[in-house]
């Protein structure tokens, strides 16, 4: 979806180098943005799944402008050594520069199948990379524990991110057993090449999420987001003691607005050492006991939106 925020690439030649007419076509579609045209196959479509799994590419910025995803397909055709190219940006997975990419491409498609009354017809594949095979083996697993979890935290964030924008029921949902790998997966041993249990439950869904969808089912009503620190969005925290205990409070700001959702933490500093913590939930609030003894009490407090770029602020902690 990142890519689907620039405008389209032409190269014909360097696709004429991938031998695959199918990852030819991969490649094609992501240089044209063919996915947004107005004439589409989505006119006539039941059922538009979305699967994040091939969000786990890096993205190349071309000094023209244009976004693409790198691809092994795209790393196939040569591009990445065409003079013409030379100088391409890198944007890492994971990155907050990418994540926002994500985001505005995705926006921009769910705006389009808007546009077509298509949304209600939309399904997302919601799958994690697995570790390990469905059934006891010797076989090492064929990716480390550290990239599987990467991929899965980007992957959790997309869900949550889609979660403000589609309605519960256009989720796919599966069971930890169902998301195992299958060792000998007709494409080879992957985190998601899963179980042949994972595909036929995957089938069974679609075919009655896509049946229920021509009956009455209320429309799904996006979720608001909480502020963007990159909008100028600003943090402010006041704490006092009372009753040998400090009471923390945070507040979040925009354009003179408060706000009451988002994501906060709160560390207890006590003669300016880290005391105690409040981990990120959804409170504006923290309760934290006074020490025995001490010279200084201090309170930071932490927001961070939903690219989780974060603001803070501190305070000292006032007697009641």
């Not at 439950?201 to 990159?230: D, G, H, M, N, W």
């Not at 205990?245 to 006590?270: K, M, N, P, Q």
Request: aromatic letters at 12%; proline letters at 3%.
């Amino acid at each position: 979806m990142a890519s689907l925020c620039s405008d389209a690439y032409e190269n014909s030649e360097v696709l004429e180098n991938i031998p695959s007419a199918f990852r030819r076509r991969m490649v094609a579609y992501d240089f044209s943005k063919e996915i947004l045209s107005k004439n589409n196959q989505f006119d006539n479509a039941d059922v538009i799944l979305i699967d994040l799994i091939d969000e786990r590419f890096d993205l190349i910025v071309l000094p023209s402008g244009q976004v693409l995803t790198h691809s092994n397909e795209l790393t196939e055709s040569g591009i990445l050594e065409d003079p013409s190219i030379e100088g391409f940006k890198s944007i890492p997975q994971g990155s907050m520069e990418r994540r926002r990419l994500w985001f505005e491409g995705m926006q921009k498609l769910l705006v389009f199948l808007k546009q077509k009354n298509k949304l209600d017809r939309v399904l997302v594949n919601k799958v994690l990379w697995s570790s390990a095979f469905e059934k006891p083996s010797k076989t090492k697993f064929p990716v480390a524990s550290i990239f599987i979890e990467k991929a899965n935290t980007e992957l959790t964030w997309m869900y949550e991110i889609l979660s403000h924008e589609l309605a519960e029921h256009q989720f796919l949902e599966f069971s930890s057993s169902l998301l195992t790998a299958d060792e000998f997966h007709r494409w080879g041993a992957s985190p998601f090449h899963y179980c042949e249990g994972y595909y036929k439950e995957a089938l069974s869904q679609i075919q009655l999420k896509s049946a229920s969808s021509y009956e009455t089912v209320s429309a799904a009503k996006a979720r608001s987001y909480a502020p963007f620190v990159s909008k100028g969005a600003k943090l402010t925290v006041a704490a006092i003691k009372a009753d040998g205990e400090i009471f923390a409070h945070c507040s979040l700001v925009t354009e003179g607005r408060l706000h009451d959702s988002g994501s906060f933490a709160f560390y207890f500093v006590v003669d300016g050492i880290r005391s105690d913590v409040r981990w990120y939930d959804t409170s504006q609030n923290a309760r934290f006991r006074v020490p025995e003894t001490y010279k200084t009490l201090e309170v930071m407090a932490f927001y961070k939106d939903i690219f989780e770029e974060q603001l803070s602020a501190k305070c000292t902690v006032e007697p009641i």
